[in-house]
């Protein structure tokens, strides 16, 4: 089975500029989650998403960050404008199962490499 | 927020050496999971444990929820040049807020 999809695999930008990544779940995975990963950092969760409603986006900093999932499948999460401390890789991640009966196990994409300068 | 204490932060260890890391937590987990990170890549699933006091095994892996729950560790025995990479505990509290907190990793350097 193919695996999660993300692209671009690297951006660099300058601050105050716009960016979007772009996420491809494993087919048939309800849950979709963006994580922030800094260097040296484990992974933050950013948002998660049940088919295409918003399960948790606690974390987002809904001023600069958004994200949406239209179709219960893609997903795009931007980030406008950008700031020095948002270089990182956001990683997208999928899961067969949510809710109550979420097991934890995340299947990741290979991340897309963000750097602002 | 929860937090995940991981240690060792580094290791280099002998070609054929076992390895063992652990994590701690101020809080409850109700499943603990351990993944890899090779580098340019997204973290790939090891090991889940879901029930404390359970031990899992995974070829040389080998992996055990604490009794308390508020701990984990994972062992790596007779390690090889693959092994190379950046260690991840997770864990996942009960709840409606089943949100997956990662520890800071565990970079684990194999040396010929």
């Known amino acids: 089975e193919a695996g999660v999809a993300q692209s671009p695999r690297y951006k660099i930008i300058e601050k105050r500029q716009s960016v979007a990544f772009w996420c491809n779940p494993i087919s048939g995975h309800a849950t979709l989650y963006w994580y922030q990963q800094i260097l040296g950092q484990g992974p933050k969760l950013l948002i998660q998403f049940q088919n295409n409603g918003v399960v948790d986006d606690s974390q987002l900093p809904k001023d600069r960050f958004s994200a949406e999932r239209l179709k219960g499948v893609d997903s795009t999460l931007k980030i406008q404008p950008a700031k020095l401390e948002d270089s990182a890789v956001y990683l997208c991640?999928?899961?067969?199962?949510?809710?109550?009966?979420?097991?934890?196990?995340?299947?990741f994409g290979e991340g897309s490499r963000l750097t602002v300068l | 927020g929860q937090q995940l204490n991981q240690s060792p932060q580094s290791m280099f260890i002998q070609e054929g050496e076992d390895v063992s890391m652990n994590c701690t937590s101020s809080s409850i987990f109700n499943t603990w999971l351990w993944y890899k990170q090779d580098p340019g890549e997204g973290p790939v699933l090891l090991i889940a444990?879901?029930?404390?006091?359970e031990l899992t095994s995974n070829g040389r892996l080998t992996a055990q929820f604490g009794i308390t729950r508020k701990d984990s560790f994972l062992n790596i025995s007779a390690s090889i040049p693959s092994d190379v990479g950046i260690y991840f505990c997770?864990?996942?509290?009960?709840?409606?807020?089943?949100?997956?907190?990662f520890g800071s990793g565990t970079q684990l350097t194999v040396l010929p």
């Open positions: 444990l879901y029930k404390a006091g």
């Open positions: 991640a999928s899961s067969r199962t949510s809710g109550r009966a979420h097991t934890g196990e995340l299947f």
């Open positions: 997770a864990g996942q509290p009960s709840g409606s807020a089943r949100q997956l907190t």
